[in-house]
């Protein structure tokens, strides 16, 4: 019951951190899985190489999240290319830091754009094309229920909004045996933010094991959530975050 054999999935921002591998594992559990990135072209192609070579087909498509055309486009090409949708992971996102009055316009219309409008978007379009035992999982963050520090505040306002979200969304769904769930992981080892950046210490300091996740961790998380023994598991924000909100 945790197999994924015959299912399809789309992740978006999957060419490197915990979207590749929440790819990687999504397929190692039988899943033909569609990856979306925004510039790194040679990364995607790598991690496409890596599900072809677990046995499973892969796709890599160039779609920005912040463009609502591109990110529909990008579920529509998934689903007709596997020929069905089962499994969305909105996974795509930015890290915008800073004092508050510094932040402009822009930088808040691109986070809205990518951690938000797209998430919902994507959401949509995949809903159209998902029949019985649907999954919408996607990846927020530890700072949407507790924010241990400053210059966080976008970030944070952003990630939060995808409670509202999975819980509106896990009512309209949930008679039709779609799931819909998020995964607030806390630090994690990736290029957003490396184990031995300048913060890491502060970070370890601040949770219950004193280390970092890998993005494995979080990937075991969305695997489960995506398989048939999730079935039960709706409308939750589930930590993954080493105790960082305990
Ligand atoms: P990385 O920066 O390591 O990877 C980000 C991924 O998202 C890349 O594949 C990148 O593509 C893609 N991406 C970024 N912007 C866009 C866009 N506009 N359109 C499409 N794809 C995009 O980040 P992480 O793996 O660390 O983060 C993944 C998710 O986890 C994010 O939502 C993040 O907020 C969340 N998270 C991470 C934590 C951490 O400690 N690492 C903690 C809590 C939450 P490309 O390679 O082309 O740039």
């Not at 999504?26 to 569609?34: E, I, Q, T």
């Not at 979306?36 to 991690?47: C, L, R």
Request: proline share 4%; net charge neutral.
């Amino acid at each position: 019951r945790q197999d994924l054999r015959g299912k399809a999935a789309l992740v978006t921002g999957g060419s490197r951190g915990i979207g590749a591998a929440i790819a990687h594992r999504l397929a190692a559990r039988g899943a033909d899985v569609a990856i979306t990135y925004a510039a790194s072209t040679a990364k995607a192609e790598s991690v496409v190489a890596k599900i072809e070579a677990a046995g499973r087909r892969g796709l890599a498509i160039r779609a920005d999240s912040a463009d609502p055309r591109a990110i529909k486009a990008a579920v529509d090409t998934a689903a007709e290319t596997f020929g069905r949708l089962d499994i969305l992971v909105n996974n795509a996102g930015i890290f915008p830091y800073g004092p508050p009055d510094e932040v402009t316009l822009e930088e808040i219309d691109r986070t809205i754009g990518i951690h938000v409008k797209g998430v919902y978007v994507a959401s949509q379009a995949a809903l159209s094309h998902m029949s019985e035992g649907g999954r919408i999982i996607s990846i927020g963050s530890c700072f949407a229920q507790r924010v241990p520090h400053g210059g966080v505040t976008l970030y944070s306002m952003s990630k939060s909004a995808l409670i509202g979200f999975t819980k509106g969304l896990a009512r309209d769904v949930g008679s039709r045996g779609t799931t819909v769930n998020v995964v607030d992981p806390g630090s994690t080892d990736t290029d957003m933010n490396p184990a031995d950046g300048p913060g890491a210490d502060g970070q370890r300091a601040l949770n219950a094991v004193g280390h970092y996740g890998a993005p494995d961790d979080i990937a075991a998380m969305v695997a489960h959530l995506a398989s048939p023994d999730g079935r039960y598991i709706t409308g939750a924000a589930l930590a993954v975050d080493g105790g960082s909100n305990a």
